[in-house]
């Protein structure tokens, strides 16, 4: 795509970044067929390829408006488009530069600065959450269904086992999934420990920076990579393989460090290392697959044994499940396939869902900020997802179980959850 840059963007980080980005794409649209919200609203400006064409006329000198901003803002970053552009385009990265740029030049009004600053000092403070969900869970009871269904019952953590092994991970506990789910953590500290690995929590290391950088402010964003990394470097050089992500969220921010502090001389090579030690739990547990193979042995509502592992009845498990790969997992960091091996080898029957590709609408706080577009979303995709009537549906990120449970009767799970309750007799 021709760009031709104004004056003031010339021979700057931002300008030489949007400028390369702008001119990778060829404008052929085939990003269209899979961007959610050109495929709900029909409008060309609600598509990458239009909001790419927003963002070239800002940069070569146009005032942008608040027009231009609802149009960016409607964005669900789900990355759905780099994964079908033939060229390349790193769309996101452009979608982020545009969305700083424009909210210098346009701002916010007072209401729409006052819920993106609530949202970020609610989430990012454990002790504001946790103290909020407990009230709301306390009156859950009583509450209209429309809101009972935002607010998930409380739910108790299994044992999260003591670090006895020579191996040893970092995890990433989040800012609002320990509250919510604590059990995801705990199930994946479970199954490491089998395979003979111990899963520890750096105890100053607090969110991955992406709510704050998905709201604009950039600075606080910075400020938290730099916290974690720093909780992290001690253990890296101690001997811990990798920081496991069970968030695919946090996954792909975390994995986005090298990135995001290039430019800063005391952080550059640290962040680079962090980025490069970071896994999803579903890519550790692929490498670890033979590790697992004794402890699968088994078939999901039945009592067997094989290859003489005692395996116990499994009865009270479900065989029929559907898996929902949230788009941070397949179209952030890349990685599909991985989960539904680890789900099958395990002995559970998946079913077939059509467009999962497609974003489920929670997006981070998109499912606050955009919540007609988000609910339209969300009952398309559990449209999909129950189609062949499963007794669970599986995910890998704490937004999308929450927003989908929000919608439907049927149990959202983490799919680690699922992989430590079919374990058979630990190993270790």
């Known amino acids: 795509m021709q760009t031709t840059l ?30 959610p919200t050109y495929q709900l609203l029909g409008n060309e400006l609600d598509s990458p390829r239009g909001r790419i064409y927003l963002i070239k006329q800002v940069f070569e000198g146009a005032t942008p408006t608040a027009k231009t901003q609802l149009h960016l803002d409607r964005c669900l970053t789900c990355r759905n488009c780099e994964t079908t552009c033939p060229s390349g385009v790193e769309y996101g990265k452009l979608i982020d530069l545009g969305r700083a740029l424009v909210e210098q030049t346009v701002g916010r009004g007072v209401r729409e600065t006052a819920t993106r600053a609530a949202l970020k000092t609610g989430l990012l403070s454990p002790t504001l959450f946790n103290a909020a969900l407990k009230m709301g869970q306390s009156v ?18 299994g044992e999260w086992p003591a670090p006895r092994h020579a191996r040893t991970m970092l995890v990433l506990q989040g800012c609002v999934q320990p509250g919510l789910k604590p059990n995801i953590n705990a199930a ?26 998905h709201l604009n402010d950039h600075d606080d964003g910075l400020s938290a990579m730099r916290r974690n990394i720093d909780a992290w470097i001690p253990h890296l050089d101690a001997g811990a393989e990798a920081i496991v992500m069970t968030a695919s969220g ?12 290039r430019d800063d001389p005391a952080y550059a090579n640290k962040a680079a290392r962090i980025s490069a030690a970071t896994k999803d739990i579903s890519e550790i547990l692929v490498d670890e697959r033979e590790a697992l193979k004794p ?18 009845t499994r009865s009270s498990l479900p065989k029929k499940i559907a898996y929902h790969p949230p788009c941070t997992l397949q179209h952030g960091q890349k990685l599909s396939g991985g989960v539904e091996a680890l789900l099958t080898q395990a002995g559970f029957e998946l079913t077939a869902v059509a467009e999962k590709n497609l974003c489920c609408g929670s997006a981070g706080t998109y499912s606050i900020l955009q919540p007609e577009i988000a609910g339209q979303l969300k009952t398309r995709k559990l449209g999909h997802l129950e189609a062949d009537a499963p007794e669970v549906i599986v995910t890998a990120n704490i937004g999308c179980l929450t927003h989908l449970q929000s919608g439907t009767s049927t149990p959202v799970r983490h799919w680690v959850e699922l992989l430590d309750e079919a374990l058979g007799v630990p190993a270790f």
């Not at 859950?140 to 953590?157: C, D, Q, T, W, Y």
């Not at 899963?199 to 709510?211: P, Q, T």
Request: hydrophobic fraction near 40%; charge should be neutral; aromatic fraction near 4%.
């Open 6 to 35: 104004a004056d003031s963007f010339r021979n700057t980080p931002e300008g030489d970044l949007a400028e390369s980005i702008l001119r990778s794409c060829v404008h052929c649209g085939f990003c269209l067929a899979t961007c």
């Open 140 to 157: 859950r009871g009583v509450m209209p269904n429309v809101l009972r269904s935002k607010i998930p019952a409380p739910e108790a953590a």
């Open 188 to 213: 994946t500290a479970r199954v490491l420990d089998r395979i003979g690995i111990s899963l520890i929590a750096a105890d100053k290391a607090g969110c991955c920076g992406a709510v704050a950088h």
């Open 250 to 261: 946090c996954g792909v921010m975390v994995k986005d460090y090298g990135w995001q502090l």
């Open 295 to 312: 402890l699968t042995a088994y078939v999901p509502g039945t009592s067997s044994a094989r290859d003489g592992i005692p395996c116990g």
